[in-house]
């Protein structure tokens, strides 16, 4: 089989990981890069060892010899690169959240069909081995009828962490350019994830999300506000099912990371036992196994999952090739990633209007 042609657009902090991802798969080569920033760029396709570069997107749409876009840009540019690399007859993933509104989402998945291209958006969580494990676990039976779920996420300093580049804090900064929280819209999206793919739909959605001036975040300039600290409670369709996530972040906390400083955890009560995720891909406050069960009155620990950073991004890079190449969806469809940004829109619109929002409602 002739592997996909892939090109990675953005070029930026987190495109480390894209790249990783795509050396690891045979069945796709990257063969151009992309970005507006000229240095950047030749310092990717020297240390990544690819020939085709372009500083303009419009340029890179026309090569023929592109057959899927990668896009990793500021969450702006989303929707309408997304649109225009369809309408080229590229195929299409691209990063968390799909799009600002969901009258943007809603016009990449019919441009997606116009084309019959694939679009999928990519969320390293939903990949992260010790989320699939879990829901191999739920779907088994391991603590019976699934009851509550409960999340915890934590963000602070890392002192070996990543550097993020200036741009990046000042595109981040601006809510017309990356959406309404770094925090639990932007970093949220995984946790939301997680929820929808553990537990199936969400309904209805309370939230409670301060307002932090930022003295030193990892992706916010000073000055800047935080949508932080947060409890957001939820109710899933159709079933005495309910959520909650509980936010906080202090520059004072040391989380252990080599990437990002947040520590998150999920506790899933059944009705016969407790399981713990402990391990999500970024950082850890505490190290513990990434997996426990409590069933029957004892502990069961597993450790025999990967929980390296980059898998989630090699595994989901792997299924959008595969995809393609099976003409099959690939998880996290754009309907799917359109349900994780109403499910956002819906707890912003909660916080800021004090009151419960139907996520059906976000439209
Ligand atoms: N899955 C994760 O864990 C994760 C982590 C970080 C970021 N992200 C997502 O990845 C995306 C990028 O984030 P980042 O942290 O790498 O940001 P970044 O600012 O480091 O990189 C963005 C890059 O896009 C380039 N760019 C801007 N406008 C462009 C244009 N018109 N054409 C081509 N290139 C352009 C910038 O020059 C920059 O190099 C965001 O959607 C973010 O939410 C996901």
């Not at 990543?162 to 949220?188: A, K, M, N, Y």
Request: hydrophobic share 40%.
């Amino acid at each position: 089989m002739t592997p996909l042609r892939a090109a990675l657009v953005g070029v930026g902090r987190i495109a480390d990981m894209h790249y990783l991802g795509y050396s690891a798969t045979p069945m796709a080569e990257l063969t151009a890069i992309c970005d507006i920033d000229p240095d950047l760029l030749s310092r990717r396709a020297a240390e990544w060892n690819v020939e085709k570069t372009y500083t303009n997107f419009d340029d890179l749409l026309s090569d023929p010899d592109v057959d899927a876009v990668d896009i990793i840009t500021p969450h702006y540019l989303h929707a309408p690169m997304t649109i225009a690399a369809l309408e080229a007859g590229k195929h299409v993933t691209v990063q968390k959240p799909m799009a600002l509104t969901i009258a943007e989402a809603d016009a990449m998945i019919k441009a997606a069909e116009r084309a019959g291209r694939l679009l999928r958006v990519i969320d390293n969580y939903r990949f992260h081995p010790p989320f699939v494990r879990a829901k191999q676990i739920l779907e088994s039976g391991g603590i019976g009828e699934p009851m509550s779920i409960r999340i915890k996420t934590a963000s602070g300093t890392a002192p070996d962490g990543w550097e993020i580049p200036q741009s990046s804090h000042v595109w981040r900064s601006d809510p017309t350019l990356s959406g309404d929280g770094s925090v639990l819209f932007d970093h949220g999206h995984h946790v939301w994830t997680i929820a929808r793919y553990l537990l199936g739909d969400i309904e209805r959605v309370f939230a409670y999300i301060g307002r932090t001036e930022v003295v030193k975040h990892h992706e916010i300039v000073p000055g800047g506000i935080l949508d932080n600290p947060g409890m957001i409670v939820w109710k899933y369709a159709d079933r005495d099912l309910y959520g909650t996530c509980e936010s906080v972040h202090s520059e004072e906390l040391i989380v252990r990371s080599t990437h990002y400083p947040i520590d998150a955890s999920f506790e899933i009560t059944g009705s016969r036992g407790i399981l713990y995720v402990h391990k999500s891909p970024n950082g850890q406050l505490v190290q513990r196994p990434p997996i426990e069960i409590l069933r029957d009155g004892s502990i069961t620990s597993i450790s025999n999952v990967d929980t390296d950073y980059a898998a989630g991004f090699r595994l989901a890079i792997e299924d959008f090739v595969h995809a393609i190449a099976d003409g099959r969806a690939s998880a996290l469809t754009g309907e799917e990633g359109r349900e994780i940004l109403r499910f956002s829109l819906a707890m912003v619109r909660s916080g800021r209007e004090g009151r419960e929002v139907v996520v059906a409602d976000e439209r």
